[in-house]
């Protein structure tokens, strides 16, 4: 479905911001077709860029306004299974808080101040599963 020059495209770039939302966008295209379960990580990836992503837009709150229990759980073992034990604790912290002000402050300039670290997260994901991308 894709040409492997494409994909190469965004491996090759990967540090920057629009490949990642790239390789997002394709992975998350060809779940929403089959929902497989096997393709957790595309639900992990989603979760922890859009956690970053409404916490520099709109503020974290408006991501855990609408958290989903089950993508939010899938999020929480893969942090665990990774030993992400920094994101985990902040990310956590906002479970059933977004109507606290300051704790949801409190995450998003942790969050502003991690960027680097969450991309790191990111990148790390889609590299695991680079193998995907060509059987497409």
Do not use: H
């Not at 966008?25 to 929403?32: C, D, H, N, P, S």
């Not at 759980?73 to 606290?100: F, P, R, T």
């Amino acid at each position: 479905m894709y040409a492997k020059s494409y994909i190469d495209k965004f491996f090759n770039s990967i540090d920057e911001y629009a490949s990642k939302v790239e390789l997002f966008r394709i992975a998350y295209t060809e779940f929403e077709k089959c929902k497989n379960p096997s393709l957790q990580w595309i639900i992990e990836l989603s979760e922890i860029m859009n956690w970053q992503a409404m916490s520099d837009r709109s503020g974290v709150w408006t991501y855990y306004e609408v958290l989903n229990i089950d993508s939010k759980q899938i999020l929480i073992e893969n942090l665990k299974a990774k030993n992400e034990s920094e994101i985990l604790s902040k990310y956590s912290a906002g479970i059933n808080n977004y109507n606290d002000e300051e704790v949801m402050a409190e995450i998003d300039e942790w969050i502003t101040k991690n960027e680097t670290k969450i991309y790191k997260y990111i990148e790390e994901i889609l590299i695991a599963n680079r193998e995907w991308f060509y059987k497409l």
